[in-house]
């Protein structure tokens, strides 16, 4: 075990330095089922892109052995089958207390937008107006299914009675992402008008 769990263990507030992603797998654990590195890339997928990014796999991995290592996640072998096994993964008690405490203690940083399709808009004097509608219909296309995957995350938020806060997100992103839809419609129409305008 490192020395910056028994740092954690005896102040109880001490936080490990970790990265976001380290704080959202731990979070992902926090729910109180034992997980595998797959199960927990089927939620962050589920739910985290929409609303902060989704890790890669190989991430994930990462980040549970650095966890395990601090005392903040614990595994255990169980079968897969007759032959292979599985490494299913558990938040500890004093992983909960750390997330507690990072939760409680650390401000969140500002959200950061990055629209490449706005770019391609601020750059609209360089481009036709045919092609700079199509993106943005095309990426009009995008929300709508982004919608209708953002729908069935708030609909299974909702059939858990524990999941009161992680539905409560899938809610917003329901909202944000029909924001985003009108946004994109009146955008449309501001493109129509500026082109009957050259």
């Given at each position: 075990?490192?020395?910056?769990?028994?740092?954690?263990?005896?102040?109880?507030?001490?936080?490990?330095?970790?990265?976001?992603?380290?704080?959202?797998?731990?979070?992902?654990?926090?729910?109180?089922?034992?997980?595998?590195?797959?199960?927990?890339?089927?939620?962050?997928?589920?739910?985290?892109?929409?609303?902060?990014?989704?890790?890669?796999?190989?991430?994930?991995?990462?980040?549970?052995?650095?966890?395990?290592?601090l005392g903040l996640v614990?595994?255990?072998?169980?079968?897969?089958?007759?032959?292979?096994?599985?490494?299913?993964?558990?938040?500890?008690?004093?992983?909960?207390?750390?997330?507690?405490?990072?939760?409680?203690?650390?401000?969140?940083?500002?959200?950061?937008?990055?629209?490449?399709?706005?770019?391609?808009?601020?750059?609209?004097?360089?481009?036709?107006?045919?092609?700079?509608?199509?993106?943005?219909?095309?990426?009009?296309?995008?929300?709508?299914?982004?919608?209708?995957?953002?729908?069935?995350?708030?609909?299974?938020?909702?059939?858990?009675?524990?999941?009161?806060?992680?539905?409560?997100?899938?809610?917003?992103?329901?909202?944000?992402?029909?924001?985003?839809?009108?946004?994109?419609?009146?955008?449309?129409?501001?493109?129509?008008?500026?082109?009957?305008?050259?």
């Amino acid at each position: 075990m490192s020395g910056g769990n028994t740092d954690l263990q005896a102040t109880n507030v001490a936080l490990p330095k970790i990265p976001a992603t380290a704080w959202a797998v731990l979070g992902i654990l926090s729910f109180g089922r034992e997980l595998t590195g797959y199960d927990i890339k089927n939620w962050s997928d589920a739910i985290l892109h929409f609303f902060y990014w989704s890790p890669a796999t190989s991430q994930i991995y990462t980040e549970l052995r650095r966890l395990e290592d601090l005392g903040l996640v614990r595994s255990r072998a169980v079968a897969r089958d007759e032959v292979r096994e599985k490494t299913i993964y558990a938040i500890t008690p004093l992983g909960t207390d750390a997330l507690r405490t990072w939760q409680a203690t650390v401000d969140a940083e500002a959200p950061v937008l990055k629209h490449g399709v706005l770019l391609r808009v601020w750059l609209g004097h360089l481009a036709e107006p045919t092609r700079l509608r199509q993106q943005i219909a095309d990426h009009r296309a995008r929300l709508i299914e982004e919608l209708a995957a953002a729908e069935d995350s708030r609909q299974q938020a909702d059939a858990q009675p524990d999941w009161a806060y992680p539905a409560l997100v899938a809610s917003w992103a329901v909202r944000r992402i029909e924001g985003e839809i009108e946004l994109a419609d009146s955008m449309l129409i501001d493109l129509d008008r500026l082109a009957q305008n050259r």
